[in-house]
């Protein structure tokens, strides 16, 4: 079992940047796959990007592709999500998770645990 903790949100400027972490409890943070996903009021919860166990891999939508980045340290039991030409459509609760499933997963329902989110709101 792993418990996710993210932070480092909040209100921005469209054009600026953000840098989220999700900080692992436990020893096996290794043998999960992370993701990070994002959720507005009214709307579906939205991938935004995933990497590999290793971090070797990185998989984004367009939505943010070119944008947003993720990095992970085994070692630290923290995943990032840089965040960066961020848009007031960017605003939405961001949300860390894990997979013990295959890395490529990109459906909510494929991950096991989350975190509690952070808030990112981007302003015009």
């Known amino acids: 079992q792993v418990q996710l903790v993210e932070s480092g949100g909040g209100l921005v400027q469209a054009g600026g940047s953000l840098r989220l972490s999700c900080a692992a409890s436990?020893?096996?943070?290794?043998?999960?796959?992370m993701g990070w996903f994002r959720q507005a009021p009214g709307k579906e919860r939205e991938f935004v990007g995933r990497i590999s166990r290793s971090g070797g891999r990185t998989y984004y939508p367009d939505s943010v592709k070119g944008r947003f980045t993720i990095s992970r340290d085994n070692a630290k039991n923290t995943v990032w999500l840089q965040m960066n030409s961020l848009k007031p459509e960017d605003t939405a609760v961001y949300y860390c998770a894990a997979t013990s499933g295959p890395y490529y997963v990109t459906d909510p329902g494929d991950y096991d645990y989350w975190g509690q989110g952070t808030q990112v709101t981007v302003s015009s």
């Open positions: 436990g020893r096996t943070f290794s043998s999960y796959a």
